[in-house]
């Protein structure tokens, strides 16, 4: 599986950013998706997972009612729509895929990062 992230930029604080990712392969459908991102001299964190059928999602507390994640398993995308944009949240966006469950960093697949800046 490769993994392509996209839809980064600079943004005011309050704004709003979509970020995609494309996944290749055919067992995208068969995969949990998540989002990490990295501050810079931050350690990744986990942001937010969907399940392979999109019923179930999961974030961490400082994006809750802020950003939504979403998957389009007929285009093997998914997003992460982020609303109310926070200067704390200027981090690169990494987009995962494993066949398990998590929240960790041990997902299996890993995109190459989009960054993301949110002025004050």
């Known amino acids: 599986v490769q993994l392509q992230a996209s839809g980064g930029g600079l943004v005011q604080a309050g704004g709003s950013l979509r970020l995609s990712c494309a996944a290749s392969g055919r067992t995208f459908r068969s995969l949990d998706m998540g989002w990490f991102r990295q501050a810079p001299g931050k350690e990744r964190e986990f942001v937010a997972r969907?399940?392979?059928?999109?019923?179930?999602?999961d974030y961490t507390d400082s994006v809750k009612g802020r950003f939504t994640i979403s998957r389009d398993n007929a285009k093997n995308t998914v997003y992460l729509q982020m609303d109310s944009l926070k200067p704390e949240d200027t981090a690169v966006y990494y987009c995962?895929?494993?066949?398990?469950?998590?929240?960790?960093?041990?997902?299996?697949?890993w995109g190459q990062g989009t960054q993301v800046t949110v002025s004050s």
């Open positions: 995962a895929a494993d066949p398990n469950i998590r929240r960790d960093l041990r997902y299996a697949y």
């Open positions: 969907i399940s392979w059928g999109g019923a179930t999602t």
